[in-house]
T-cell receptor, first 114, second 115 residues
Framework: DGGITQSPKYLFRKEGQNVTLSCEQN?????MYWYRQDPGQGLRLIYY???????QKGDIAEGYSVSREKKESFPLTVTSAQKNPTAFYLC?????????????FGQGTRLTVV | KQEVTQIPAALSVPEGENLVLNCSFTDSAIYNLQWFRQDPGKGLTSLLL?????REQTSGRLNASLDKSSGRSTLYIAASQPGDSATYLCAPSVIRGTSYGKLTFGQGTILTVHP
């Protein structure tokens, strides 16, 4: 089945640790996105990539890093510099932008700091 | 910067009612606008996409309209069912400058349909 797979579903991080969230898509999409969702704040864009080996910061990139070495994969690393990482993280993908471009989302990873 | 507002924030209705969910946005330079559904603890499911040149789009009991010049979109849900209970999000996709292609989300409308 075509789609976006995020793993793990739940992730626990100790203070000072870096953790990496996985996002894989088999939809042959060029563009991929990472969003963070907090209660009452909606979705906010962390990073996005329109093409392999290129990515741009979104609205809340501080404390996060990404890579885009393959078209299918866009992992997100939450670094120790992110002071409040507990949130629900959503990955999305789409074809490159046009009027008909539709974005599709994965099932999310819930990250908790312990 | 695109700002998106959804009204109402929450809605509770009896089964069978026809519903209207409202979305407004500040930057009309958009490629399209998507409506999504999110169940608790889950990802987003795309419901409808309206291209910037379209006025409305329909899928089953759902109908979405778009008035780009006034920065408004409306999602109509006909004959609501308990299974429609979820959070509904709208997201325009902007064209302008460094925001190229990004979706901006409202905070959503939490819908509860009770039997």
């Amino acid at each position: 089945d075509g789609g976006i797979t995020q793993s793990p579903k739940y992730l626990f991080r100790k203070e000072g640790q870096n953790v990496t969230l996985s996002c894989e898509q088999n939809l042959n999409h060029d563009a991929m996105y990472w969003y963070r969702q907090d209660p009452g704040q909606g979705l906010r864009l962390i990073y996005y990539s329109q093409i392999v080996n290129d990515f741009q910061k979104g609205d809340i990139a501080e404390g996060y890093s990404v890579s885009r070495e393959k078209k299918e994969s866009f992992p997100l690393t939450v670094t120790s510099a992110q002071k409040n990482p507990t949130a629900f993280y959503l990955c999305a993908s789409s074809h490159r932008q046009g009027p008909h471009t539709e974005a599709f989302f994965g099932q999310g990873t819930r990250l908790t700091v312990v | 910067k695109q700002e998106v507002t959804q009204i109402p924030a929450a809605l509770s209705v009896p089964e069978g009612e026809n519903l209207v969910l409202n979305c407004s946005f500040t930057d009309s330079a958009i490629y399209n606008l998507q409506w999504f559904r999110q169940d608790p603890g889950k990802g987003l499911t795309s419901l409808l996409l309206i291209q910037s040149s379209q006025r409305e789009q329909t899928s089953g009991r759902l109908n979405a309209s778009l008035d780009k010049s006034s920065g408004r979109s409306t999602l109509y849900i006909a004959a609501s069912q308990p299974g429609d209970s979820a959070t509904y999000l709208c997201a325009p996709s902007v064209i302008r400058g460094t925001s190229y292609g990004k979706l901006t989300f409202g905070q959503g409308t939490i819908l509860t349909v009770h039997p």
